[in-house]
């Protein structure tokens, strides 16, 4: 089944440690995006990638990277410069213009120990 | 600038009964598509409903209605019969431009309860 995996499901992050969330999709969808959640929230951008090697910041870029060397791959590092990590973060892949929905993973939660 | 505005944190609803979750929106954009998504517990995002700006029906699918009112901006959820299983949170969204990697920009949701 084609789908959007992101691992892993739970993670734990040591004060000025960097920790990266993997997204892998086999939709053979061009864009990738990365969200974060805080608790009762809505989504916020945080990277978008349209093509392989190409990449933008969303609303809340600071403290975050991303990379693009594949298409089916967007990882997504936290930073010790992202203060306030503690959050869920989701991953999602689309084909086409406005009137293609996203395709989401199952998310990844990441907490401060 | 782009935005989607739910105003409705929270409802309760009676098991069986019809729910309408609100939607506003406010683009400068001509071609646009709105989006309903359905947020289990569990954190998943599941699709459920698109409607196109220059869709002239209201778009269906299964239990799902959305009544797009495009003079007004509204892109309202009806779930009819609701069931125990509905009970999650609900995000509006909006895409507007033609390229896959145009943004996609959420409402801050609504939490739905359904009694038995």
């Known amino acids: 089944d084609g789908g959007i995996t992101q691992s892993p499901k739970y993670l734990f992050r040591k004060e000025g440690q960097n920790v990266t969330l993997s997204c892998e999709q086999n939709?053979?969808?061009?864009?990738m995006y990365w969200y974060r959640q805080d608790p009762g929230q809505g989504l916020r951008l945080i990277y978008y990638?349209?093509?392989?090697?190409?990449?933008q910041k969303g609303d809340i870029a600071e403290g975050y990277s991303v990379s693009r060397e594949k298409k089916e791959s967007f990882p997504l590092t936290v930073t010790s410069a992202q203060k306030n990590p503690t959050a869920f973060y989701l991953c999602?892949?689309?084909?086409?213009?406005?009137?293609?929905?996203?395709?989401f993973g199952d998310g990844t939660r990441l907490s401060i120990l | 600038a782009q935005k989607i505005t739910q105003t409705q944190p929270g409802m309760f609803v009676q098991e069986k009964e019809a729910v309408t979750l609100d939607c506003t929106y406010d683009?400068?954009?001509?071609?646009?598509?709105l989006f309903w998504y359905k947020q289990p517990s569990s954190g998943e995002m599941i699709f459920l409903i698109y409607?196109?700006?220059?869709?002239?029906q209201n778009a269906t699918e299964g239990r799902y209605s959305l009544n797009f009112q495009k003079a007004r901006k509204s892109a309202n959820l009806v779930i009819s019969a609701s069931q125990l299983g509905d009970s999650a949170m609900y995000f509006c969204?909006?895409?507007?431009?033609?390229?896959?990697?145009?943004?996609?920009?959420f409402g801050s949701g609504t939490r739905l309860s359904i009694r038995p």
């Open positions: 999602a892949s689309r084909q086409g213009g406005f009137n293609q929905p996203q395709h």
């Open positions: 939709l053979n969808h061009d864009a």
């Open positions: 990638s349209q093509i392989v090697n190409d990449f």
């Open positions: 683009t400068s954009d001509q071609s646009y598509g």
């Open positions: 409607q196109g700006s220059y869709d002239e």
């Open positions: 969204a909006m895409s507007a431009g033609y390229s896959s990697a145009s943004k996609i920009i």
